[in-house]
């Protein structure tokens, strides 16, 4: 069975780093690729990036580059999604998703994680 | 970048109605059109890709059309369990787009 775990929900103060994750199982984690959407409160779905697990080639949104740093761990199966410096505005549900096809990164996203709630406030 | 449009924002039907939403591209997306159903504090569930080709799965009063850049979700007879928000999703690049979200609820 195919399923992505993400971390628990984070409370963070603004300018503080942090580092959520999605592990996979069931499938060949390397050979997906793994999105990240963000979801603000009471807001729609973003499409933030995507990083393929086998090799680490990684694209942002544009909205995003510059903001978040996505990476993987291969060996843990597990991919990442990080700040440097939180601000309020960072406040949402993150989900990660994998792609349907293999090694196809411009494809629909087929299962999801449960969400991570981030919420940064002073 | 292209941009992707739905239309209504949100809308109120009866059970047993046929309810259609509306995407629009910015630019001809060719079918690289998916749709997906988010349920109040649910994750987002993918219903249709291709444009029209339904997800292993969702029920048969679920279907899409569309090419190019205008595309549409109908579900054919609206069920209670249909109350969600529905996001189109363009994917003919690396960057995929969602489009604003319908939210759909019963009259």
């Known amino acids: 069975e195919v399923q992505l775990v993400q971390s628990g929900a984070e409370v963070k103060k603004p300018g503080e780093s942090l580092k959520i994750s999605c592990k996979g199982s069931?499938?060949?984690?390397?050979?997906?690729?793994i999105g990240w959407v963000r979801q603000m409160p009471g807001k729609g779905l973003e499409w933030m990036g995507i990083i393929y697990p086998g090799d680490s080639d990684t694209r942002y949104s544009p909205s995003f580059q510059g903001q978040v740093t996505i990476s993987a761990d291969k060996s843990i199966s597990t991919a990442y999604l990080q700040w440097s410096s939180l601000k309020a505005s960072d406040t949402a549900m993150y989900y990660c998703a994998r792609a349907s096809s293999v090694g196809y990164d411009g494809v629909p996203n087929d299962y999801w994680g449960q969400g991570t709630l981030v919420t940064v406030s002073s | 970048d292209i941009q992707m449009t739905q239309s209504p924002s949100s809308l109120s039907a009866s059970v047993g109605d046929r309810v259609t939403i509306t995407c629009r591209a910015s630019?001809?997306?060719?079918?690289?059109l998916a749709w997906y159903q988010q349920k109040p504090g649910k994750v987002p569930k993918l219903l249709i890709y291709?444009?029209?080709t339904l997800q292993s799965g969702v029920p048969s009063r679920f279907s899409g059309s569309g090419s190019g850049t205008d595309f549409t979700l109908t579900i054919s007879s609206l069920q209670p369990e249909d109350v969600a928000t529905y996001y189109c999703?363009?994917?003919?690049?690396?960057?995929?787009?969602f489009g604003g979200g319908t939210k759909v609820e019963i009259k």
């Open positions: 069931g499938y060949s984690f390397t050979s997906y690729w």
């Open positions: 291709a444009a029209s």
């Open positions: 630019q001809g997306i060719s079918n690289y």
């Open positions: 999703q363009k994917y003919n690049s690396a960057l995929l787009t």
